[in-house]
Structures are given as structure tokens and as C-alpha cells.
């Protein structure tokens, strides 16, 4: 029987995971498919459910359900369960099993981005959605002193920081409200900067103003593109990357989880580039035309 695997989001249509999934279960002999399945929040319950039929595999959570998934597993593991957002869901008999491997692909990409140099203490992340629940938990538990959280609605953050209560008992964690000017000055304190909102998945616009960024500032973009935040960045002398690398290593991490095989790593960048390169998008991905204004609706319909 082929098995299915499907990324259950809304929208989900031309999805690089797809194409990177796929390719990876093709040159590993392995019959699966990799299915897009566009399900709004109220869909999602029944969707969820349908993944204990013994033909799945498993699933990846995109946009915006990462957090609302969570209560529909039946358990989760440590990396689910400390960020409360999961993104990659298998199966033991009709059990379903909610994993994060955001947190993973996040650690690879800011290993990548601070290279040689010692781990920084201070970050400042712009977003609270399942994106910066990863990022967040992937800098605590790197050893960051001091987080400031900025979101649009500040309710989210805070309840982000409540969240983390515990993680966090060790260090300062703190939301505070999106002003350009408090940004700034959070901005000067600290070494690395992390953009986990959508805003420059649709458009090409920045979610700070450029002089608020410096020549020191380590800047990840969680989208996958040369994002106007990260072309500001770069211009001022900042060192930056974007969420190739995220979206690459925590593909991987769930091939492993469903196939119990290692993740053919280097076949599967090279179709991450190729699908980029083609114009595919994703929500994890990179944005133009109808599908990303598809997905600035979805990521507002999170609210
Ligand atoms: P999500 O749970 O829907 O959260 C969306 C976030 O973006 C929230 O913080 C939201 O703020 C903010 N936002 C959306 N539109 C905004 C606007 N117009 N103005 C200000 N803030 C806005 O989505 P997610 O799963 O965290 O994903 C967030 C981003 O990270 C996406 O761009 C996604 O592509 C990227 N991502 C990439 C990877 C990767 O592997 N590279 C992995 C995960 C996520 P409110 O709470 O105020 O609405």
C-alpha cells in the first residue's frame, strides 16, 4: 500500500516541502506521497483525525495551526510540549505523536549564522506565532541571557512569555509592545535579531525601519528569501541569513521521524533550490503573487 504523508495548513498550495519531501521518498526507494491538504481552522479537527488511518505515515503543520494542532495529538514529545507548537506528527497505531522539529532546523540555522564566534546572550525576536515559539526555546535553551519578544498584538507574546515560565526561570524573557522606538533600543543591546512574522512573506516590506539595524547584529529571517529586512541588515554591515536552512534541517529531522531513515540532506537542498528557482512558494517559503497573498491572509486569520 503507498503510504500518504500530507502538510495539513491553510493555504498549502505550491508547498517546497512538497518538492523536497517527494524527491527525498523517490531516491530512497520508499512508496509514499507527499499530499497538500488546505484546511482551515475549522476543517482542521477532522483532518487531524483522519491521520490515524493505517495508511499514514504521518503530516507536517504549517500556518497557521501549529499551535491549535497541539490538543488534537495524543502525545507529544519534550520539544512540542516546551514550545506548545507542533509541526510534524506520526503515528503509533491509532496514536497520534506531535513533534517540533522547527526547534531543530532553528538550532542548525543559527549555529550556521554565528559561525565561529561565541554564542551571543542577547536577542531580540519580532513575532509569537509557532515560528518564534521555536525560535524562542531555541534560545533559551542555547543559553541566551536576555529575549525581548515584540508582537502586533502584544496579548500573544505575553502569553508566549507565560508559556515559558518555567524554561525561562533562569533568564529574562520579556514581551514588549511593537513600538519602532522601543525595537530600536532593544535592538542596540543585542547581537541577534530574528524576524518569525509573515511580514515580508507577501511583500516586499520590512517589519522595522532600517535605521533601526546595525553593523553588529547577527539577522535570521524565517522566510526564504532575501527579504527587504534582511537586504536592510546587510546593508548596514550585519551579518544575515535567511530560513533556507530551517526549512531545510527540520524537513530532514521529520523524513527521520517517519521513515526511521536517515534524510537525504544534500538532494533535498538542491530541490528546495530548484522549486525556488522554478517560482514554487510555500508557507514557510518564498512569497509572490496569488498563493503569498493567499498566505498574508492565512497568517492574519491567525489571530
Ligand atoms: P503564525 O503562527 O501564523 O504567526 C504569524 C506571526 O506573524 C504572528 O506573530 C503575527 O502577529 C505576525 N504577523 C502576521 N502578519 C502580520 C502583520 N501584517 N503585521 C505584523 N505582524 C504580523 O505563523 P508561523 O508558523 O509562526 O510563521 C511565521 C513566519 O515564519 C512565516 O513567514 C513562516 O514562513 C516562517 N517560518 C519559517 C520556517 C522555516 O522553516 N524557515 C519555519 C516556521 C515558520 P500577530 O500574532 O499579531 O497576528
Do not use: C
Not at 524576524?195 to 535605521?211: F, M, V
Not at 547584529?217 to 529586512?229: E, G, N
Request: glycine share 10%; hydrophobic share 45%.
Amino acid at each position: 500500500m503507498t503510504k500518504r504523508v500530507v502538510l495539513v495548513g491553510h493555504p498549502v498550495a505550491h508547498s517546497l516541502s512538497g518538492a523536497m519531501q517527494q524527491a527525498a521518498f523517490d531516491s530512497l526507494g520508499i512508496d509514499a506521497t507527499y499530499e497538500l491538504w488546505d484546511k482551515t481552522s475549522v476543517e482542521l479537527a477532522d483532518a487531524i483525525g483522519e491521520l490515524r488511518g493505517d495508511e499514514f505515515l504521518g503530516a507536517n503543520v504549517t500556518i497557521p495551526h501549529k499551535e491549535r494542532v497541539v490538543p488534537m495529538v495524543d502525545r507529544q514529545t519534550d520539544d512540542a510540549h516546551l514550545t506548545g507548537a507542533v509541526n510534524t506528527i506520526t503515528r503509533e497505531g491509532r496514536r497520534l505523536i506531535g513533534h517540533n522539529t522547527d526547534v531543530p532546523g532553528f538550532r542548525v540555522a543559527l549555529d550556521r549564522l554565528v559561525g565561529k564566534q561565541k554564542m551571543p546572550r542577547q536577542a531580540v525576536v519580532l513575532g509569537a506565532g509557532g515560528g518564534a515559539r521555536a525560535v524562542v526555546y531555541g534560545l533559551i535553551t542555547e543559553g541566551f541571557q536576555r529575549i525581548v519578544v515584540f508582537n502586533r498584538h502584544l496579548h500573544r507574546a505575553e502569553g508566549m512569555v507565560k508559556h515559558f515560565g518555567r524554561s525561562a526561570a533562569h533568564m529574562e524573557l520579556r514581551a514588549m509592545p511593537w513600538h519602532d522606538s522601543i525595537i530600536e533600543a532593544e535592538l542596540a543591546k543585542a547581537r541577534v535579531l530574528v524576524n518569525a512574522t509573515s511580514i515580508g512573506l507577501t511583500d516586499d516590506t520590512s517589519p522595522i525601519p532600517a535605521e533601526s539595524l546595525h553593523g553588529d547584529l547577527l539577522v535570521l529571517d524565517l522566510i526564504y528569501a532575501r527579504t527587504r529586512l534582511l537586504r536592510d541588515a546587510a546593508a548596514a554591515g550585519a551579518t544575515v541569513a535567511d530560513g533556507e536552512l530551517m526549512l531545510l534541517h527540520q524537513g530532514a529531522a521529520a523524513f527521520s521521524l517517519w521513515t526511521g531513515q536517515p534524510a537525504p540532506l544534500e538532494l533535498m537542498q538542491a530541490k528546495l533550490a530548484e522549486a525556488r528557482a522554478g517560482g514554487l512558494r510555500s508557507a514557510e517559503g518564498e512569497p509572490a503573487g496569488t498563493a503569498a497573498a493567499d498566505v498574508a491572509a492565512a497568517a492574519t486569520a491567525a489571530d
